[in-house]
């Protein structure tokens, strides 16, 4: 069965860094997009960022953009998210999931599914990310 696993949440004071973790086993991650989605309380949804091992694409989201890091660990078929920097804002259950709609070469349409355009395939049940003075 196909499963992702996150971890690696917890209560962190602003200024202060996380490292999320997702084990993903099931499928084969390089012929997917690899992402991670957030949401905090009353907020919509959120796509922080994703990665294709295929490609070497990444995105992130604006609110994100120099302070968090994703990577890709083909060999331990994990997906990364270093969050440094951390605001109160970030507060917010965050899930891994995985997506195989084939974008080719066009960055444009890879995107999209990062930012949850289309139905993910698989979801992780998500870790708490907390940040709090």
């Known amino acids: 069965e196909v499963q992702l696993q996150a971890s690696g949440g917890g209560l962190v004071q602003p200024g202060g860094s996380l490292r999320l973790s997702c084990a993903a086993s099931?499928?084969?991650?390089?012929?997917?997009?690899l992402a991670w989605f957030r949401q905090a309380p009353g907020k919509e949804r959120e796509g922080v960022s994703c990665?294709?091992?295929?490609?070497?694409?990444?995105y992130y989201a604006d609110s994100v953009k120099g302070r968090f890091t994703i990577s890709s660990d083909k060999d331990k078929n994990t997906v990364t998210l270093q969050m440094n920097n951390l605001k109160r804002e970030d507060t917010a259950v965050y899930y891994c999931?995985?997506?195989?709609?084939?974008?080719?070469?066009?960055?444009?349409?890879?995107?999209?599914?990062?930012?949850?355009?289309?139905?993910?395939?698989?979801w992780g049940k998500g870790t708490l990310v907390t940040v709090s003075s």
């Open positions: 999931a995985a997506d195989g709609t084939k974008w080719g070469n066009d960055y444009s349409e890879f995107t999209k599914i990062c930012r949850g355009y289309y139905d993910m395939d698989y």
């Open positions: 099931g499928f084969t991650p390089d012929d997917y997009a």
């Open positions: 990665i294709s091992r295929h490609d070497g694409y990444t």
